[in-house]
């Protein structure tokens, strides 16, 4: 199994950096994508970004697109999000998902493993 723990989350202004953290632990020595999705107050978890267990392929919500940034450094099994230029619609609980194997997916059912969260917070 893979555990994972996000850290980083805050309050920032709008237009402001954010670098999240996700530290997984357990079986590490084995291949696994890692996803970063979102919710919100009253809404569905929604997809962020994910890379691939090399790291030389990413996949981001086009919401996020230019603005987001996934790495992995496998060494330290830990997965990054910088979030550059928040904007307050990006407020939510963001969780980092884990899937055995080599290659990213975008849809939550298919990540077995996931992180507790941490509150993001845009302020406007």
């Known amino acids: 199994q893979l555990q994972l723990v996000e850290s980083g989350g805050g309050l920032v202004q709008a237009g402001g950096s954010l670098r999240l953290s996700c530290a997984a632990s357990?079986?590490?020595?084995?291949?696994?994508?890692v996803g970063w999705f979102r919710q919100a107050p009253g809404k569905e978890r929604e997809f962020v970004a994910t890379?691939?267990?090399?790291?030389?392929?990413?996949f981001y919500a086009n919401s996020v697109k230019g603005r987001f940034t996934i790495s992995r450094d496998n060494a330290k099994n830990t997965v990054a999000l910088q979030m550059n230029s928040l904007k307050p619609e990006d407020t939510a609980v963001y969780y980092c998902?884990?899937?055995?194997?080599?290659?990213?997916?975008?849809?939550?059912?298919?990540?077995?493993?996931w992180g507790q969260g941490t509150q993001v917070t845009g302020s406007s």
């Open positions: 357990g079986r590490t020595s084995s291949r696994y994508a």
């Open positions: 998902a884990g899937k055995l194997g080599s290659t990213w997916y975008s849809q939550p059912v298919s990540y077995d493993y």
């Open positions: 890379i691939t267990w090399s790291g030389d392929s990413t």
